[in-house]
């Protein structure tokens, strides 16, 4: 079974939380009567390792930094505790900043190349943070990859295994949409460079790759592409 469920995003309320925890433990206390279930992968998020800054690694459990993550957390660490007791294999699957087609429209790429297409760029005040962006399709060929292999319980990550500055998002971008970096020169003067940017982590997918031989495919640039065409062909 592979669960992705978590609705109203991108509220993260207590009440948002609370709902989503409890709907989820509903569906895996049923399901784990179900005794051919032999395997459960869950999508957990980034967000959980609470590390602003530096590798984030698969064996850091992380601590809650609010009611999201808090209810997370609480999410595995009821059904370890179940799975256990039923010899059910729990994979614990971390997503670091998914990017692709059919992303919310709010969404930073979306925002960006929707800004672009009427030759703007949105005023994006934590210009220089960076994050681990990774494409759609390799997060889902990992869920594929982790499906099919034998792996065992615990926590994994679907990352790109390095971080990216926004500022550079938007070059890509606008490179991608008009041939130059116009706008994002622009941009960069009305923010300048800071020496330290607040955040700046990045994903190790070491077991990831070891024990279901994941890694990610696309290159920035082609999955900004591919979210560019899908974006301006509707």
Known sequence: VI??????????????????????????DSLLEIDNCKKILVAGSCWEVN?????????????????????KQS???????????????????????VYGPMQREASLLPTILSELKKRKLPRIKNL???NDFVFIDDVASGFVRAVEHKSPNGIFHLGSGYSTKISHICYLAEQI????TTLTAKLLEMYPDKSQSEVNFWA?????????????????????QKTKDWIYSL
């Open 177 to 180: 949409v008009w041939g130059n």
């Open 3 to 28: 669960h992705l469920a978590w609705q109203d995003i991108p509220k993260f309320s207590l009440s948002t939380c609370l709902t989503n925890l409890q709907n989820s433990l509903n569906f895996f």
């Open 204 to 224: 190790n997918c070491e077991r990831s790759y070891q024990l279901f031989g994941w890694t990610p495919q696309t290159s920035l640039q082609k999955g900004i």
């Open 128 to 130: 220089h943070n960076a």
């Open 75 to 97: 999410l595995r660490n009821w059904l370890e505790l179940e799975t256990s007791k039923k010899g059910v294999i729990l994979g614990w699957i971390r997503i670091f900043y």
């Open 51 to 71: 590390k602003n800054k530096g590798e984030c690694l698969e064996t850091e459990i992380g601590s809650q930094r609010d009611h999201f993550t808090w209810a």
